[in-house]
């Protein structure tokens, strides 16, 4: 900048105005070296990098370091750590619901695996096993915060990336990591493995004094089975939710319609159920065939998630469809009568 024709040997001047009560006064600011990548630097200062880094709330104020939230907590848009206060949506719901039948449909596969056909012990055990998991769950919701109540408070799934945190840890220099990893879907990663470990709990101390009474018509070798079956599938399943958690999230509705359509039709073949008259021959064929309806409502539900109830609930009438095209269709497919037609050429 030229005064008077002579160059100023001051850096350059910003003249601001600057109120001071009822004066204004000039303040000179110190524009030298003051370019839009400084600006751009102090912007980002602000705030925090990666998806799940944030900065603590201490005494009402974000000043703290970036890094990890507290269980319970996640960053929000400005990246500060906010706790989570939100109630689960039903599809949160159903998806626990999901995750809690595994074990007990297992188990009752597996007691009714073993347990033989002269055995009258079958019964007790799906009791025993339904009590399990009923307990473990009862438990589970109790000891989650809210503690004491059968509610949870939870943070809202937004997308897949938020069960798979420590994934996106970011890297500012390329060099350090700065680690985020949380649950950010608080606490429907956790509360799932605390109801496994229950159930496993309560399996051990419930279930072989009660096999040991009362399954008498079984050999001590296979008295045990259903109970060695559930040491193995139930760290199956712990590491089947802390490995897919997020993707069985998602599909969760898919797999139990697939599953629950595929299990039936295997039965009904097995036991050799054409019509009618053999399904209630025996009331074991009717139990199955509603339970099997019942995880169809459930998929169905799960899916539609009854936004629109007016156009979701007529969608329950297709419950019965599998099984009555079953049996409408099976004495055509019989193995039987293609062998008798093919030998007559017809």
């Known amino acids: 900048m030229q005064y008077g024709g002579q160059s100023s ?87 626990l619901g999901f995750m809690a039948m595994l074990p007990l449909v297992l188990h009752w596969f597996f007691i009714e695996w073993y347990s033989g056909k002269k055995s009258s012990s079958a019964l007790l055990q799906h009791l025993t096993a339904l009590l399990e998991c009923g307990v473990s769950a009862v438990v589970t919701l109790l000891l989650t915060e809210p503690l004491g109540v059968l509610g949870i408070r939870s943070c809202r799934v937004q997308m897949l990336s938020d069960w798979y945190t420590m994934l996106y840890n970011p890297s500012p220099d390329y060099i350090n990591t700065l680690h985020c990893t ?24 419930l279930r072989p004094l009660l096999v040991k009474k009362i399954a008498c018509g079984l050999g001590k070798s296979e008295r045990f089975r259903s109970v060695y079956a559930a040491l193995y599938f139930f760290p199956i399943l712990t590491v089947l939710q802390a490995v897919g958690g997020g993707l069985l999230y998602y599909a969760f509705p898919y797999i139990i319609l697939v599953l629950s359509l595929v299990t039936l039709a295997v039965y009904m073949s097995a036991s050799e159920i054409q ?21 169809h409502a459930y998929g169905i539900v799960s899916i539609s998630r009854l936004d629109k109830l007016e156009q979701d609930l007529p969608l329950l009438a297709l419950v019965p469809g599998p099984a009555l095209f079953y049996m409408a269709t099976a004495k055509f497919t019989e193995p039987s009568r293609i062998l008798a037609e093919g030998g007559s050429g017809h």
Not at 45 to 52: A, D, F, H, I, V
Not at 191 to 197: G, P, S
Not at 281 to 286: G, H, I, M, Y
């Open 9 to 95: 040997p001051y850096p350059v001047l910003v003249t601001l105005l600057v109120a001071n009560g009822s004066t204004l006064a000039v303040k000179p600011v110190n524009q030298t070296n003051y370019h839009s990548s400084d600006a751009m630097a102090v912007a980002m200062s602000s705030t925090c990098p990666g998806l799940y880094c944030g900065r603590v709330m201490v005494n009402g104020s974000a000043d703290g370091e970036c890094g990890v939230c507290p269980r319970g907590e996640r960053s929000n848009l400005q990246k500060v750590c906010e706790r989570c206060t939100e109630s689960p949506e039903l599809y949160d719901w159903l998806y």
């Open 182 to 205: 949380q649950e950010a879907v608080y606490p429907l990663y956790t509360i799932v493995l605390i109801y496994y470990a229950f159930c496993l709990v309560l399996m051990m101390l």
């Open 275 to 295: 019509s009618f008259k053999n399904l209630v021959a025996k009331k074991k064929r009717l139990v199955v065939l509603l339970s099997h309806w019942l995880l």
